[in-house]
């Protein structure tokens, strides 16, 4: 990840290899690939638990950390932020 930029509603990030994939919060929100909301896999596969997210229409990311060299965690105004977007992840999410 070259860069990563926060506007009112979607969040944009810019790649080394010069791509851009847009994200709405929304969609990032109801994506979070943390155990409570996605749910979580055993050896086999199975996945046990997660609740489907719906996300209101005005959440906000209020801050952000890096996580290592390989992700983000993100702090949303919901209260949530568990969840650790990879940037393979985060490359998957287009708005």
Same mark, same amino acid.
């Given at each position: 990840m070259k860069k990563l930029t926060l506007f009112e509603d979607i969040l944009i990030v810019d790649w080394i290899d010069g791509q851009e994939t847009i994200i709405s919060y929304v969609k990032?929100? &109801?994506? *979070?690939? *943390?155990?409570? *909301?996605?749910?979580?896999?055993? #050896?086999?596969?199975?996945?046990?638990?997660? &609740?489907? #997210?719906?996300?209101? &229409?005005?959440? @906000?990311?209020? @801050?952000?950390?890096?996580?290592?060299?390989?992700?983000?965690?993100?702090?949303?105004?919901?209260?949530?932020?568990?969840g650790i977007y990879t940037f393979d992840f985060l490359k998957t999410l287009q708005k």
């Open positions: 990032l929100r &109801e994506s *979070c690939p *943390c155990a409570m *909301c996605g749910g979580e896999s055993d #050896v086999m596969g199975n996945i046990y638990g997660g &609740e489907k #997210v719906t996300a209101n &229409e005005n959440i @906000k990311i209020l @801050k952000y950390s890096s996580i290592g060299h390989y992700g983000i965690q993100f702090y949303f105004s919901d209260g949530h932020k568990d």
